[in-house]
């Protein structure tokens, strides 16, 4: 079975442990990158590519007008931005793929596929590190293909998102990586980073604007909550573009019984998960077709199909995996938006 709307439902994209969802899926800012949240994140997902005649972009549905939020810096509130340079794919030209691990839309010359595998947490006293660090890493894994073949153009393609954590401003992670990388994200909490020739980072009130500054410098202006990476396909090229999906929390996060995300004694920072999560893309990318791969040979109905890759999905979106403050292991699923300690009865339903 598939929803009323079609292809167009919300989905989690979680890694396991981490209380935390890139979810996507539902037209408008309905989805985004969430960490500890009792719902998805409502914030604009940019996904798109420079139109063919060079003359504006298509994106996949999931954002919505940015904010004149420049107006609350200047005191005239006369601030000119460009809107309306980005418009949405025909909803009827954009084709879904939906597994447990692989969830893919494809529209024109773009396609844009998240990954994220269903995982089992080895026992932490007996597992190497190396192990734990695969099953607990705090990122999902993207991917954009772009098509240019049939065009004379060079065109830009871009993926970014409009923050909406009140307390963090946006920023631009390859500051801190020594150019390993580019990044955009949301003080330490949420980014999206890429390892990916040709790709570049940039900063601003408007997708517009990042996308055409009025000076290259503008990219990395500190002010702003949208932000985006973003490369060049040339005329007559077919590209590919790695990118992974971050999050980390650090700290206590639980009253009662202290406890910290286990995942934390491998990966201390975001700029961590970033850069374990770029160098282990591969990988962490035939792990979701592994689990695709799996589900399909199974003998349900599509519509059983359907149902459990949803639930899968949703259960990994709410578990949390911690370490308590003397150091022992403690494993938690949440209750939904609830954010309660799950009961059995819910699981099995």
Known sequence: ?????????????????????????????????????????????????????????EALPFFASSADSAKRYDVSAEVPLRQGMVREFDSGKIARSFGVGCDSWSAGDLIFSIYSAPKSVPDPLKARKAEMMSALVPAVFAEIVVDNTRSGRARKVFFGYE?????????????????????????????????????????????????????????????????????????????????????????????????????????????????YALENWTAQKALAFEADARLSRSKLSPAQKFQLAHAVRSYYGATEFLATDAGEPFWTVNEGEYRMLNTFDPTLS
């Open 1 to 57: 079975m598939t929803p009323e709307n079609g292809s167009f439902f919300n989905a989690h994209h979680s890694p396991v442990g981490a209380f935390a969802s890139f979810t996507l899926g539902y037209q408008g800012a309905k989805g985004g990158l969430g960490l500890e949240l009792g719902g998805p994140a409502n914030e604009s997902v940019f996904v798109g590519l420079e139109k063919s005649t060079g003359r504006g972009y």
């Open 163 to 275: 923050g909406s954590n009140p307390f963090y401003n946006m920023r631009l992670l390859d500051d801190v990586s020594g150019g390993r990388l580019a990044g955009v994200g949301q003080g330490p909490l949420t980014a999206i980073v890429s390892a990916s020739p040709g790709i570049f980072s940039g900063m601003g009130f408007t997708l517009d604007q990042v996308l055409e500054p009025d000076h290259a410098e503008n990219l990395a202006f500190g002010l702003g909550g949208v932000g985006a990476l973003m490369s060049v396909v040339p005329a007559r090229k077919k590209q590919r573009f790695q990118f992974a999906v971050c999050f980390h929390r650090d700290g206590v996060i639980t009253s009662g019984l202290p406890a910290r995300y286990f995942y934390t004694r491998y990966f201390p920072s975001i700029e961590d998960v970033a850069d």
